[in-house]
């Protein structure tokens, strides 16, 4: 049975719904003293709910977005929290020709791939790309009402033709900034890892990400909150199998 999780997310405002929700209490010693993550945790049923967070670029007073700090993340949620199941959380653009809005939330599925890393030499390509795999939620996505398909990262919010066009070569429904980076550190620890993005934008809408993205962020980290503590519930005494 699946008793502790990790919920890994980018930015503060994303959380804070979740955090509030569950009544979470901040774990002081969960992460190196040094890493500005954070982790709050809550017993949810039968489940140990770990969420963390990237914490705050002290320089300049902004979140640590991006799959550097997703990474470190990863290697401390599971090295220290030993969760059974690891979950990247967080907000993604969309494609409208792809059933999506804003506040629509995905599930991953089959695996996570990198959309900026252009490196032309065999396999080195494919190394770039990733493809790192995604655990098998197919039952989850049907009980919980959830769109799925394949989550792609990449280091940077404003849109880019050639990076949408790799997005479009491997059928991919949502474009954001940690999931590929975190799915790497659960692949080589071989702990099972999957993603909820809800969309703050649409890339093949006339618009600018940057603007989609803050004007649409509260309406999107809404709908993720809604749908994370209806996993939550959903996982109670079932196994990573049941959700296959």
């Not at 967080?90 to 990198?114: C, D, L, M, P, W």
């Amino acid at each position: 049975m699946i008793k502790k999780i990790s919920i890994l997310m980018a930015m503060q405002q994303e959380a804070q719904p979740i955090i509030d929700s569950l009544e979470m209490v901040e774990k002081q010693d969960a992460i190196h003293q040094q890493l500005p993550m954070r982790c709050f945790q809550k017993q949810v049923g039968e489940i140990l709910v770990s969420l963390l967070v990237s914490g705050i670029d002290s320089r300049h007073q902004v979140d640590n977005i991006g799959s550097e700090a997703a990474t470190l993340m990863a290697y401390e949620a599971i090295t220290q929290l030993k969760p059974d199941l690891l979950i990247s959380a967080g907000t993604a653009g969309g494609f409208a020709k792809r059933g999506a809005q804003i506040g629509t939330i995905y599930v991953s599925e089959e695996h996570f791939i990198y959309h900026d890393r252009h490196v032309p030499l065999p396999g080195f390509d494919q190394s770039a790309i990733g493809k790192y795999p995604a655990v098998k939620a197919s039952r989850l996505a049907k009980n919980l009402h959830i769109k799925s398909g394949v989550i792609s990262t990449g280091s940077s919010l404003e849109k880019s033709d050639k990076d949408v066009l790799i997005i479009d070569s491997h059928d991919a429904v949502a474009k954001e900034m940690e999931a590929a980076g975190i799915a790497w550190v659960a692949m080589l620890f071989n702990i099972p890892m999957m993603a909820l993005k809800s969309i703050t934008n649409l890339l093949d809408e006339d618009n600018k990400s940057e603007e989609e993205f803050v004007n649409n962020l509260n309406i999107a980290s809404r709908s993720l909150h809604d749908k994370v503590l209806e996993m939550i519930d959903y996982l109670q005494n079932k196994s990573v199998a049941d959700i296959a």
